[in-house]
Antibody, heavy 122, light 106 residues
Framework: EVQLLESGGGLARPGGSLRLSCATS????????MSWVRQAPGKGLEWISV????????SYADSVKGRFIISRDKFKNSLYLQMNSLRAEDTAVYYC???????????????WGQGTLVTVSS | DIQMIQSPSSLSASVGGRVSITCRAS??????LNWYQQKPGKAPNLLIS???SLQRGVPSRFSGGGSGTDFTLTINSLQPEDFAVYYC?????????FGQGTKLEI
């Protein structure tokens, strides 16, 4: 059974930093790209970053580019999100998700963690 | 960036009824379109990938269609557990943008 478990959320000050972790199990971690998606309170889903299975390729939403860094550790089967220069608008539940590529080549997020809440406030 | 617009933003329906949700992309995305269901306090759940491929375990009353810029999620014979928020998401280019969501209410 695929399991994703986020941790590291909490209260941060504006301009501060947090590091989120996503521990995974139940699949061959190195074979799958992984994403972070967030959801501000009462709002919709916002994709923020993806990293390839090898870790060699990353992409970010403009809203976090230059402030957040996605990474992965193949030995720990874990995904990370280093969040720097935090802003009030970064307040959200952050989900990690496993990307699957369908037979037609379309990538989709087929497994999700339960989410971790990040609150940025003074 | 590719913009995804869903309509309607909310709709009401009855158990046993049928609804359709539309998702329009700001440029052609071929069939690189996924649908997710999210219930309150829960993570999203992938329903349909590649516009029309039902995920394993998802009831057959869910179906998806479309290609290019216009896509539809249809739910037949609505069940109480189907009342949730539905999101489309394009997987054509990063950023992998979501639609704003459609809230399906009883």
């Amino acid at each position: 059974e695929v399991q994703l478990l986020e941790s590291g959320g909490g209260l941060a000050r504006p301009g501060g930093s947090l590091r989120l972790s996503c521990a995974t199990s139940g699949f061959t971690f190195r074979d799958y790209a992984m994403s972070w998606v967030r959801q501000a309170p009462g709002k919709g889903l916002e994709w923020i970053s993806v990293i390839s299975g090898s870790g060699g390729s990353t992409s970010y939403a403009d809203s976090v580019k230059g402030r957040f860094i996605i990474s992965r550790d193949k030995f720990k089967n874990s995904l990370y999100l280093q969040m720097n220069s935090l802003r009030a608008e970064d307040t959200a539940v952050y989900y990690c998700a496993k990307e699957v590529v369908t037979s037609s080549g379309v990538s989709a997020m087929d497994s999700w963690g339960q989410g971790t809440l990040v609150t940025v406030s003074s | 960036d590719i913009q995804m617009i869903q309509s309607p933003s909310s709709l009401s329906a009855s158990v046993g009824g049928r609804v359709s949700i539309t998702c329009r992309a700001s440029q052609s995305i071929s069939n690189y379109l996924n649908w997710y269901q999210q219930k309150p306090g829960k993570a999203p759940n992938l329903l349909i990938s590649a516009a029309s491929s039902l995920q394993r375990g998802v009831p057959s009353r869910f179906s998806g269609g479309g290609s290019g810029t216009d896509f539809t999620l249809t739910i037949n014979s609505l069940q109480p557990e189907d009342f949730a928020v539905y999101y489309c998401q394009q997987g054509f280019n990063t950023p992998f943008t979501f639609g704003q969501g459609t809230k399906l209410e009883i």
